[in-house]
């Protein structure tokens, strides 16, 4: 039953791939939205069709962009340079060290997933100019996002709410997607039209919370309203319109009204459309991120962390995060073959309960120096942001998914291809040259 409705699912995603070629043909660019924002068709084949398809992104993007790569460079440039080599020092040293996994996952961990974001940075650096590039890429970025909405409106009608992890047309088995996507569409949107949104375009706007909604995400259900409320900050003028501030603040709570409801855990009867009892949504938060609904156990001294914010309490406790030796705490016990596994079914050694965040399986993994040069390599791209307010909302999307979730922002394809188009075009904002195709 279960692979019939997959297979009706997977035909619409292919007709929207299809219908993608047809309104903007097959070239050099459109092929790289296909490949990063279409992943989960190829993704859903899997083995040796899914692997070799790594390959072809990794060596397509760089072919496509690496004539991109030393122009126009700035500081930040050279420090994003620096930080991931000494990463990528640490990351092989590492695996040298421990001859831990097979070669072939190491080096797909590497460059499909760690050096996607460097290629990209280096390599897109020209729509910060390049106007027409620039207009023609945020136009076929804008279609891949709303077909993620379509496509999340069609998988509730099959599969119905709360169906985890296909999501849009990115994965076809990986629900992480979800949660961070949403976010980093709603900059992107809010950025191309430079705050100034007309009523259809507040629908748009609120539609992309959907995407998380879809897949019972409820991490979203929280962020999506607030970043929506601090974007209203970033305007260029002195002054904050009152009213877009209040329409703002206005669709903010309807969005976390309706998205409470919909989600069947944030409500207590645990059902779709269930009530919106407030207390019960700030215990479960509470619950699900500490394991315990009263913040005074968290500071007490016999805490068992639990969740991922109860896990944030090991950082500064290397034995608990299964690091003993010097060498374990500067470089970590290095990747494995092995999943992600949850710590209470027996992954990494690190001593907590239930879930963790991003950077807690990176202390584990690659040790303190290992993550601190992987924490500046993504500070230094968001650094590459010219204008304060929107550098401020940027950092704080990529520090909550640090701490409290996967770390998707940088190291995941489509999020990474939107984070830095976003963070070139709001420079765009600063620069009056344009650059003519020839």
Same mark, same amino acid.
């Given at each position: 039953?279960?692979?019939?409705?997959?297979?009706?699912?997977? =035909?619409?995603?292919?007709?929207?791939?299809?219908?993608?070629?047809?309104?903007?043909?097959?070239?050099? #660019?459109? =092929?790289?939205?296909?490949?990063?924002?279409?992943?989960?068709?190829?993704?859903?084949?899997?083995?040796?069709?899914?692997?070799?398809?790594?390959?072809?992104?990794?060596?397509?993007? +760089?072919? =496509?962009?690496?004539?991109?790569?030393?122009?126009?460079?700035?500081?930040?440039?050279?420090?994003?340079?620096? *930080?991931?080599?000494?990463?990528?020092?640490?990351?092989?040293?590492?695996?040298?060290? #421990?001859?831990?996994?097979?070669?072939?996952?190491? =080096?797909?961990?590497?460059?499909?997933?760690?050096?996607?974001? +460097?290629?990209?940075?280096?390599?897109? %650096?020209?729509?910060?100019?390049?106007?027409?590039?620039?207009?023609?890429?945020?136009?076929?970025?804008?279609?891949?996002?709303?077909?993620? @909405?379509?496509?999340?409106?069609?998988?509730?009608?099959?599969?119905?709410?709360?169906?985890?992890?296909?999501?849009?047309?990115?994965?076809?088995?990986?629900?992480?997607?979800? @949660?961070?996507?949403?976010?980093?569409?709603?900059?992107?949107?809010? @950025?191309?039209?430079?705050? &100034?949104?007309?009523?259809?375009?507040?629908?748009?706007?609120?539609?992309?919370?959907?995407?998380?909604?879809?897949?019972?995400?409820?991490?979203?259900?929280?962020?999506?309203?607030?970043?929506?409320?601090?974007?209203?900050?970033?305007?260029?003028?002195?002054?904050?319109?009152?009213?877009?501030?209040?329409? *703002?603040?206005?669709?903010?709570?309807?969005?976390?009204?309706?998205?409470?409801?919909?989600? +069947?855990?944030?409500?207590?009867?645990? %059902?779709?459309?269930?009530?919106?009892?407030?207390?019960?949504?700030?215990?479960?938060?509470?619950?699900?991120?500490?394991?315990?609904?009263?913040?005074?156990?968290?500071?007490?001294?016999?805490?068992?962390?639990?969740?991922?914010?109860?896990?944030?309490?090991?950082?500064?406790?290397?034995?608990?995060?299964?690091?003993?030796?010097?060498?374990?705490?500067?470089?970590? &016990?290095?990747?494995?073959?092995?999943?992600?596994?949850?710590?209470? !079914?027996?992954?990494?050694?690190?001593? !907590?309960?239930?879930?963790?965040?991003?950077?807690?399986?990176?202390?584990?993994?690659?040790?303190?120096?290992?993550?601190?040069?992987?924490?500046?390599?993504?500070?230094?791209?968001?650094?590459?942001?010219?204008?304060?307010?929107?550098?401020?909302?940027?950092?704080?999307?990529?520090?909550?998914?640090?701490?409290?979730?996967?770390?998707?922002?940088?190291?995941?394809?489509?999020?990474?291809?939107?984070?830095?188009?976003?963070? #070139?075009?709001?420079?765009?904002? !600063?620069?009056?040259?344009?650059?003519?195709?020839?």
């Amino acid at each position: 039953m279960f692979s019939a409705k997959y297979n009706i699912y997977l =035909l619409f995603v292919i007709l929207s791939a299809i219908y993608f070629i047809y309104k903007y043909h097959i070239n050099k #660019y459109s =092929l790289l939205i296909l490949i990063f924002f279409w992943q989960g068709i190829f993704q859903s084949f899997g083995g040796l069709f899914e692997n070799v398809f790594k390959i072809f992104v990794v060596l397509y993007s +760089v072919m =496509l962009l690496r004539p991109n790569f030393n122009k126009n460079k700035k500081i930040t440039d050279y420090l994003v340079g620096l *930080s991931f080599l000494a990463y990528s020092i640490i990351f092989w040293f590492s695996y040298i060290y #421990y001859r831990r996994g097979a070669i072939f996952t190491i =080096l797909s961990q590497y460059f499909y997933k760690l050096a996607i974001p +460097v290629i990209l940075f280096y390599g897109l %650096k020209d729509i910060e100019f390049d106007s027409i590039k620039r207009n023609y890429l945020s136009k076929m970025l804008l279609f891949a996002i709303y077909v993620q @909405v379509i496509l999340s409106i069609i998988k509730v009608m099959i599969f119905g709410f709360d169906f985890e992890p296909i999501v849009g047309s990115m994965a076809s088995w990986g629900g992480g997607y979800a @949660v961070v996507f949403p976010l980093v569409a709603l900059l992107f949107y809010w @950025v191309i039209k430079k705050g &100034n949104l007309n009523k259809n375009e507040w629908l748009i706007i609120a539609s992309f919370i959907i995407i998380a909604v879809a897949s019972g995400k409820r991490t979203p259900v929280f962020l999506y309203p607030l970043f929506l409320v601090a974007l209203q900050f970033t305007r260029r003028n002195t002054y904050i319109n009152i009213r877009t501030l209040f329409i *703002s603040i206005f669709i903010a709570v309807i969005l976390f009204y309706f998205a409470v409801r919909l989600t +069947v855990t944030l409500n207590p009867e645990g %059902k779709v459309w269930g009530s919106f009892d407030i207390q019960y949504v700030t215990d479960y938060a509470l619950t699900y991120n500490f394991g315990t609904d009263n913040p005074k156990d968290i500071a007490n001294e016999y805490y068992q962390s639990e969740g991922r914010g109860g896990a944030l309490t090991l950082i500064f406790n290397p034995q608990k995060l299964g690091l003993y030796s010097i060498t374990e705490i500067l470089i970590g &016990n290095g990747y494995s073959t092995e999943g992600l596994m949850s710590p209470k !079914h027996g992954g990494w050694g690190i001593e !907590h309960e239930g879930l963790i965040g991003s950077i807690i399986g990176s202390l584990n993994r690659m040790g303190y120096l290992g993550t601190l040069f992987m924490v500046a390599f993504c500070v230094m791209i968001i650094c590459r942001t010219k204008d304060i307010r929107y550098r401020c909302i940027f950092l704080a999307l990529y520090l909550w998914d640090l701490l409290l979730y996967a770390n998707l922002v940088f190291f995941d394809r489509p999020t990474a291809f939107l984070m830095i188009f976003t963070i #070139y075009y709001v420079n765009s904002y !600063h620069n009056n040259n344009i650059i003519v195709h020839r």
